[in-house]
Structures are given as C-alpha cells and as structure tokens.
C-alpha cells in the first residue's frame, strides 16, 4: 500500500513538470562542461604601465605611443619623460593632456611638478591651485601645494597645506608609488626644517609614533630652533612622553 502511495506521488509530480528540451535520459539532466574563463586582453598601455614600473621610460613611451592619443596616455608619456628628467618635452605632453580634458586636474598637478623641478615655485603653486579646483579631495595635491609654499618660505600656508594633505589621507606622506598618472613631490631643499613641520602635522593629528620619527629626522639634520618643540601648541600632548624628552636631549649634530 506505501508503495503504491509512493508511485501515484511520484508520477502526479512528473506530470506537473514541462516536457523535456533537452537530449537528457532517463529523467536526468546531463551534465555540462562549465565554459572557460574569457582571456584577459593586456593593451598596449598596460605593457607601458609595466614597462614604467620596470623603470624603463623609453620602452613604456613607445609602449604608449601605439595606443590611441587620449589624455591619460599623453600624460602617462609625460610622466615618462619626467622621470627621466627631460622635463621640457614632459611639460608639452601634460599640456596636450589638459587640452584634451580641461578638467584633467593630475595633469595640472604634473605641470606644478615640472614647474617645481626648475624652481618656478610660483607658477607651481598656481597649477597646483588650479588642479583642486577639479580634484578639492586631492591629498597629494595639497602635499604638492604645501612643498611648493614651502619653497617659498610660506610656512603658515605651509603647514595649512600639509594639515589639509593628512586629513584626507593620513598616509600621504609615506606614498612612494610614482607610476600611476599623479606625480609627489619630494625634493626640498631644507630637510631639517621640513621633517619638523612633519613632526607638527603628525603631533597635531594626534599620531605620536610618526611626531616623533620625524622628530628624530629633524634634529639629526641639524634643526636648530628647537625651542619650536617646547612652545609651539601642537608639541603639548608629546612633552610628557619619555621619547619626547629623550631627543630633545639628543646633541645638536655638527655640520
């Protein structure tokens, strides 16, 4: 009687279902072979993309020049060219880049870097400004923008600069990648008092550890005003800590 139950369920639920479509037999549905992945295509501007991070400027530009001329290509090649130093020809590239997309602020960032490498600190400055008008969330820019006012003795504007860079990323000043469309800028010639305005940035984001490594790099390349460690505000959390009090006691390096 069980059995007999079981056969009149089974075959009332195989009456319900659709008519096979498929070239399946007794009841089941043969397997398939799953489909192979589809191959990733690497362009041309990936190989320069490769080429660059190999640090090998020329084969990347030729790398870039088979593709199609876009503002991003033309600003990659210009990055190219600026690493290896020929920043005239890197600067018309940056240009034809913006021409192309006039809201294409790393370009403008890459022209304030050019600008900034033959110490025209004021035309820098200018692009730099230009370029977070269309990227205001930029922290390398605001980085860029504050070595630049650095440059020029501007330290208040300065600081700002650098205080605005670290709100936005807190690890800007450790980027070390120089390969993607947006050039750093990391030459300045005043280490010892530009590592002290990173120990300010760092003290007044409340990041002690970072405060006092450049703490650190500032007295050992000979920063004199030390007295800046004792009264200026964003040092007053830092003064209590054993660390703090340590270097200040380091000796004054001999240049």
């Known amino acids: 009687m069980i059995s007999s139950l079981l056969l009149v369920v089974l075959f009332a639920n ?35 993309d490769i080429c660059m991070a190999r640090k090998m400027y020329r084969e990347a530009i030729e790398k870039y020049g ?14 190219s060219y600026h690493q290896m130093l020929q920043l005239r020809v890197a600067r018309k590239y940056y240009l034809r880049a913006v021409k192309l997309d006039p809201r294409y602020a790393e370009a ?28 205001p969330d930029s922290a390398s820019i605001y980085s860029n923008l504050g070595t630049a006012l650095f440059a020029r003795h501007d330290y208040k504007r300065a600081f ?17 990648n120089a390969y993607g469309v947006l050039l750093q800028e990391r030459n ?44 200026d505000p964003e040092f007053s959390t830092l003064r209590k800590l054993p660390e703090f ?8 390096r001999v240049l």
């Open 108 to 135: 403008m960032n890459n022209i304030g870097t050019v600008y900034y490498g033959t110490r025209s600190y004021g035309k820098a400055i200018k692009q730099y400004r230009r370029a977070l008008k269309f990227s």
């Open 14 to 48: 195989t009456a319900q279902l659709p008519p096979s479509t498929g070239p399946a037999s007794n009841g089941l549905e043969t397997p398939t072979t799953p489909a192979p992945p589809p191959t990733a295509v690497i362009t041309d501007e990936v190989r320069g």
């Open 160 to 176: 700002d600069a650098y205080q605005r860079a670290m709100t936005l990323d807190p690890d800007v000043f450790e980027h070390r």
């Open 188 to 231: 300045v010639e005043d280490m010892a008092r530009f590592h002290f305005y990173m120990a300010k940035v760092y003290a007044k984001s409340n990041m002690p550890e970072r405060a006092l490594l450049y703490m650190r790099k500032a007295l050992e390349e000979g920063f004199k005003d030390r007295q800046h460690f004792i009264d």
């Open 245 to 252: 009090q340590q270097l200040l006691a380091m000796q004054p």
């Open 66 to 79: 088979q593709m199609p001329e876009t503002a991003v290509i033309d600003n990659k090649i210009g990055i």
